[in-house]
């Protein structure tokens, strides 16, 4: 069976590469249902203007052929405040990606990507999907759609093309996908579930149908990295297994002072 590298350590290292793309074009195809590619890879980690202010740490900010914003972002270990740090990373991303003086119209659809490996409270599926969708509090049914006139609104491409596109207020604002990979405990019978049962097991099939999972296959194979490579490697699991001790530790020391 093949050794493939962790996840996390790749995005990092290796599915930058124009070659790889198709590995995360494949995840986000499985998630959405619709094409998605990759133009480019952006910054990812933003300057504080002030002192006071935060860093964004993600793991992949990546710019699709629409112009919408990608976060790709895998967590380890629990964090009280993580939801909130999700939002605070988009809200940062949006504000980041826009030039002082455009207007409005020029905020960009975000989609955050969060692969978790921890319990998140009372969760029991697998993935979950989040999006803001404004409806009628007396008729549901009723969408509230972005207009400039008669219902329809005219974005960037669709004014240059001649074509009018209705769409709905929720399409500009983010969506946020949680994938708890830990509680995928079932047979893979479509792209998704092959993509949630490689990220908990690290195994391919030897015939992966998802997009993406056949190229992964071929880069995330530890026989196939260079020697610098491999040694980055064995340090970034050195590093998760003492955070992972020293995470341990401070647990059994809690407990015991609370047992005494």
Not at 38 to 56: A, G, P, V, Y
Not at 92 to 115: E, P, Q
Not at 140 to 157: A, K, M, T, Y
Not at 161 to 172: H, S
């Amino acid at each position: 069976m093949a050794n493939y590298i962790r996840f996390d350590w790749a995005m990092k290292r290796l599915l930058r590469n124009k070659a790889n793309h198709a590995v995360l074009e494949g995840l986000m195809y499985s998630l959405l249902n619709e094409k998605f590619t990759i133009k480019r890879f952006l910054e990812s980690e933003t300057n504080q203007q002030s002192e006071n202010d935060k860093f964004n740490r993600v793991d992949i900010l990546a710019e699709n052929e629409k112009g919408e914003l990608t976060i790709f972002e895998i967590q380890n270990t629990r964090e009280l405040t993580y939801f909130h740090r999700i939002l605070y990373g988009v809200s940062k991303v949006i504000t980041d990606y826009i030039n002082l003086g455009d207007d409005y119209d020029k905020v960009r659809k975000v989609y955050s990507i969060n692969i978790v490996y921890f319990s998140l409270g009372q969760a029991k599926d697998y993935v979950y999907h989040g999006k803001t969708v404004f409806s009628g509090l007396h008729e549901p049914h009723d969408i509230l759609r972005l207009s400039n006139r008669q219902s329809e609104v005219f974005f960037g491409d669709d004014i240059k093309k001649g074509e009018r596109t209705k769409r709905e207020a929720g399409d500009i604002f983010p969506e946020y996908y949680l994938l708890c990979v830990d509680n995928f405990d079932k047979l893979a019978v479509n792209n998704l579930d092959e993509w949630i049962a490689f990220l908990k097991t690290g195994e391919i099939t030897d015939e992966p149908k998802a997009p993406g999972l056949a190229v992964a296959r071929d880069c995330l194979n530890v026989d196939k990295l260079s020697v610098a490579e491999r040694n980055d490697y064995v340090r970034h699991m050195e590093n998760l297994r003492y955070q992972r001790s020293v995470i341990m530790t401070g647990y059994d020391d809690g407990l015991q002072e609370g047992r005494a």
